[in-house]
């Protein structure tokens, strides 16, 4: 569950929060189709088996995790504020 779900009560949620709650459950999803609704990522760092990729936007902040087929593997962080 992402924590944009308990922050979309609030009228200041970030636009690039509102596109990661758009997505809905990303298991699945290859990493092409979440840059398709979110946009490019501001770093990339690789990882064993696989990429770490992070959006940064003001008020909101997510790190996601892919697999080696760059499939969606998890969030490692994501914070608002």
């Given at each position: 569950?992402?924590?944009v779900d308990?922050?979309m009560?609030k009228?200041?949620?970030?636009?690039?929060a509102?596109?990661?709650?758009?997505?809905?459950?990303?298991?699945?999803?290859?990493?092409?189709?979440?840059?398709?609704?979110v946009?490019?990522?501001?770093?990339v760092?690789?990882?064993?088996?696989?990429?770490?990729?992070?959006?940064?936007s003001?008020?909101?902040?997510?790190?996601?995790k892919?697999d080696?087929?760059e499939?969606y593997?998890?969030?490692l962080?994501?914070?608002s504020?």
């Amino acid at each position: 569950m992402l924590l944009v779900d308990t922050l979309m009560s609030k009228s200041q949620t970030s636009p690039l929060a509102r596109k990661f709650k758009s997505l809905g459950n990303m298991n699945g999803m290859h990493k092409s189709q979440i840059i398709k609704v979110v946009g490019e990522p501001n770093a990339v760092n690789e990882i064993t088996r696989g990429e770490l990729l992070h959006w940064i936007s003001p008020g909101y902040r997510i790190s996601v995790k892919f697999d080696a087929n760059e499939i969606y593997a998890g969030i490692l962080s994501e914070n608002s504020y």
